[in-house]
């Protein structure tokens, strides 16, 4: 997963040209999604269960030798209980800010489809973000 929202690109752009500064305010909140979002629509996020946004804490960014990219990821395991019937298409990355700001956001590699009452678990360094 990894497309950066328009107004992220606008922050790292102005952040580039040293007319801004962006920085995240931490920590980070990962958004599961059942209908994809796009760089100026957020999606649909996840209703019902115990579902609650987790906490995601990022790894240091490592060169993925395939595309020869580098990207960050989840340095621990994620898991949620008792998630609502449904799948599970995308996600997003938000900080933690009064406003929440989307850094990120893209498809799952493969759908999770859960029936109600199931958990949803996400391995370390299996919710990955590129800049690109």
Known sequence: MSALPNL????VANWLAGVATTAPVLPYKLVLLTVLGSD???GTEVV???????TLT????????VDDDYYVGNSA????ENMPAGDIVGAALLDSAATPFRWF????ATTRTLLAGDPVEFAANTITFKLR
């Open 77 to 80: 395991l994620v898991r949620i």
């Open 40 to 42: 100026t629509a957020f």
């Open 8 to 11: 992220a690109e606008q922050r």
């Open 48 to 54: 019902g269960g115990s579902y609650a946004r987790p």
């Open 58 to 65: 990022l790894a240091v960014a490592a060169l993925d030798a």
């Open 105 to 108: 956001h893209g498809p799952l």
